[in-house]
């Protein structure tokens, strides 16, 4: 069946970096962009940005614009998100999320991952 | 801080039927498809609609959704207690080139 599994948990000094992956089964990798979403604690969805599986390019909030990367392995079907000089606020659980659109981004993500919660604290 | 605006909760009884309103502007809404996710503390968001009313294969016709100007809205009918859950409406905003989510509205159910 179609599933995205994501790494585990991950606790962070404030100035570090996380990586995130997140493995995609069940359908063509490269056919649907990947997006990544972020859930602070008590607080809504936020979207961190996009990319390409079969291309590579990508597309960040201007909010994570030089502190994100988003990469993807296509010999392995596997996204990474990279987030840098973590403070406590991207204390959060992060999640990646398929576009429901082949070959197009869009607004609509159908399927997600488990999400990985990201703690950041000295 | 979501260019996106949802009541922070709605409530009725099993049975009834609530309406969450999405409310934003020209640069996103009143000009993109909306989406909507249901979210269980725990769980991963679930698609309920996009293209603003269509609905993904399982997804019961209880779900609607449609759009007006700047504002979109998710209709639930025949209420039931595992409805119980955050719901957040989302698109892309055409002036920030990102997509952005609503502020979440939860739903009781009484």
């Known amino acids: 069946q179609v599933q995205l599994v994501q790494s585990g948990a991950e606790v962070k000094k404030p100035g570090a970096s996380v990586r995130v992956s997140c493995k995609a089964s069940?359908?063509?990798?490269?056919?649907?962009?990947m997006h990544w979403v972020r859930q602070a604690p008590g607080q809504g969805l936020e979207w961190t940005g996009v990319?390409?599986?079969?291309?590579?390019?990508?597309s960040y909030a201007q909010k994570f614009q030089g502190r994100v990367t988003m990469t993807r392995d296509t010999s392995t079907s596997t996204v990474y998100m990279e987030l840098t000089s973590l403070r406590s606020e991207d204390t959060a659980v992060y999640y990646c999320?398929?576009?429901?659109?082949?070959?197009?981004?869009?607004?609509?993500?159908?399927?997600w991952g488990q999400g990985t919660m990201v703690t950041v604290s000295s | 801080q979501s260019v996106l605006t949802q009541p922070p909760s709605v409530s009725a009884a099993p049975g009834q039927k609530v309406t969450i309103s999405c409310s934003g502007s020209?640069?996103?809404?009143?000009?993109?498809?909306v989406s909507w996710y249901q979210h269980l503390p725990g769980t991963a968001p679930k698609l309920l609609i996009y293209?603003?009313?269509k609905r993904p294969s399982g997804i019961p016709d209880r779900f609607s959704g449609s759009k007006s100007g700047t504002s979109a809205t998710l209709g639930i009918t025949g209420l039931q207690t595992g409805d119980e859950a955050d719901y957040y409406c989302?698109?892309?905003?055409?002036?920030?080139?990102?997509?952005?989510f609503g502020t979440g509205t939860k739903v009781t159910v009484l």
């Open positions: 999320a398929r576009d429901q659109e082949v070959s197009l981004p869009t607004e609509a993500f159908d399927i």
């Open positions: 069940g359908y063509t990798f490269t056919s649907y962009y």
């Open positions: 990319i390409n599986p079969s291309a590579g390019t990508t």
């Open positions: 020209s640069s996103n809404i009143g000009d993109n498809y």
């Open positions: 293209d603003t009313y």
């Open positions: 989302g698109t892309w905003d055409s002036s920030l080139s990102a997509n952005v």
